[in-house]
C-alpha cells in the first residue's frame, strides 16, 4: 500500500491538468486547482475497517490526502473533532437531531489547522522553505505556527481589526508578520506583490490546492461518526468558502469509493454569511454561478468576512448541486445565538460558528429545515479566541463584602 493515493491536479474551469510533484498554484486560466486521487486503484484495498486501529488525527485518512511520503507530515494531532448532540439547544430550535461538529478543541483552536497542517506538509515535500499568505487571523495564525513546526518561514498580512490573539500566536511563532490598515482583500495584494518580488511560496486561500484537501477532513470525518451515513443538512460559516468546497469534495470522493452508498443522498449544504459581507447569499439568491465584490464588508464573524471568494464559483456549484441554500445573518442576533449555546449547552463557540446556528434556527423557522431532520452544524472555532467580542457588567465585591 502506498501511504498516498494522490495522483494529479485539475483545472475545474477548463480541465487542464497539472502535477502534484512540483509547485502549483492556479491554473494558467485563473482558476483555483483541485488534486485528484487515484480512486480506482484504491477502491477495495482500503475500506472503512482500516481506519479502526489508527489514531484519531486527519492523518487516519492519509491514502486521500496528497503527502506522498509519511516522513513529511507536519502533525500537532490535529482532527477527529467531537460530534457533539445538542439536546437543549435542538429543542429550543425545533430541530432535536442538532449536532455540532466542534472544531474549538483542535491545536491553535480553529480549523484552519487542518488545512496548515496538510498544506504545510505538502510545502515540505516540495521542499518549500519560505511561504506567504494574508489572512483575517485564524488561517495566519495556524499556518505560522505549523510553518515552525517544519522549519519553514512565514510571512503573514492580516487586518489590523482581526482577532487580537490571532497576531500574537503569529508573533510568537516568529513569522514576518504585517498589520493592514483594510481588509483581508488589501492584505492578498500586498502579499501578492512580495511573492512575485521575493520569490515566497503562496499560500493564500485557494491559490495553493492543498489547503482544501486539509479541509475536506471535516467531511470524511462527520461520515465515518455517523457511521458512513449523511446528515440531512451541514451548515457551514463561508468567507473564503474552503471548508464547505473540502466537505463537499470528501462526500463525493467517499461515494466514489463505495464508502457511502450510491443511493444515499448528499446532505443540502449550507453557506451562512453575514449581513454585512454575503456576497455568495447575493449570487445565490440571484442564481449566479460567481459573487461580485462586497463594498466595505463588515462583520463581528470576523473569519467570514471576505468580499469576493477567489473559489466562489466552487461554493456555488456545491450549493447547486446538493439543493443547499446560502443565508445571512445580523450581528446582534448572532452575538444573542452565541449567549444562548453557552447557557443551554455549555459550549463556548467562535461567532462564525454561533451565525451558523442562528442560521439553523431562520431556516427551520422557515421550514426549509424539517423537524425530523439531522443537522450539522460546524463550529469551526473557539470562543475564547475572541474575548473581546463579549462584554457583561460583572459587580465587583470588596474582601469581606457579602452575596
Ligand atoms: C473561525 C472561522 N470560521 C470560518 C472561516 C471561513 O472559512 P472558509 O475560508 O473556509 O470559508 C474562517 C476563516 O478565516 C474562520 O477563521
Ligand atoms: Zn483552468
Known sequence: MKFSYVSHLYCPKCSETYS??????????????????????????????????????????HELLPVRQNNNVISLGEGMTPLVDLPALGKDMSIPRLLMKDEGVIPTGAFKARGAAVGVSKAKELGVKEL????????????????????????????VDAPSITRN???????NLFLVNGLISDAGKIVAEAVKEKGLYDVSTLKEPYRIE???????????????????????????????????????????LGWIESDEQMPRLVAVQSEGCAPIVEAWEQGLHESSFW??????????????????????DALYETNGCAISVDDDSLLQEQQRIAELEGAFVCPEGAASFLAARKLRDKDWIKEDEQ?????????IKYPDTVNFEVPTLEPGDSI
Open 169 to 175: 500566536e503569529c508573533a510568537l511563532s516568529g513569522a
Open 295 to 316: 463594498e466595505n464588508s463588515e462583520t463581528i464573524a470576523f473569519g467570514i468576512n471576505v468580499p469576493k471568494a477567489i473559489g466562489d464559483f466552487l461554493v456555488l
Open 20 to 61: 502534484t510533484e512540483e509547485e502549483n498554484h492556479l491554473c494558467t486560466c485563473g482558476s483555483p486547482l483541485l488534486v485528484a486521487y487515484n480512486l480506482d486503484e484504491l477502491r477495495g484495498k482500503f475500506t472503512a475497517d482500516d481506519l479502526l486501529t489508527r489514531a484519531p488525527d486527519l492523518w487516519r485518512y
Open 375 to 383: 443537522v450539522v452544524v460546524l463550529n469551526t472555532g473557539a470562543g
Open 214 to 256: 486539509g479541509k475536506k477532513t471535516m467531511g470524511l470525518e462527520i461520515a465515518e461518526q455517523l457511521n458512513w451515513k449523511l446528515p440531512d443538512v451541514i451548515l457551514y460559516p463561508t468567507g473564503g468558502g474552503v471548508g464547505l468546497i473540502g466537505i463537499y469534495k470528501a462526500l463525493q470522493e467517499l461515494k466514489e
Open 132 to 159: 506567504a499568505m494574508p489572512t483575517n487571523g485564524n488561517a495566519g495564525a495556524a499556518w505560522s505556527l505549523y510553518a515552525a513546526r517544519a522549519q519553514m518561514s512565514s510571512t503573514i498580512i492580516m487586518p
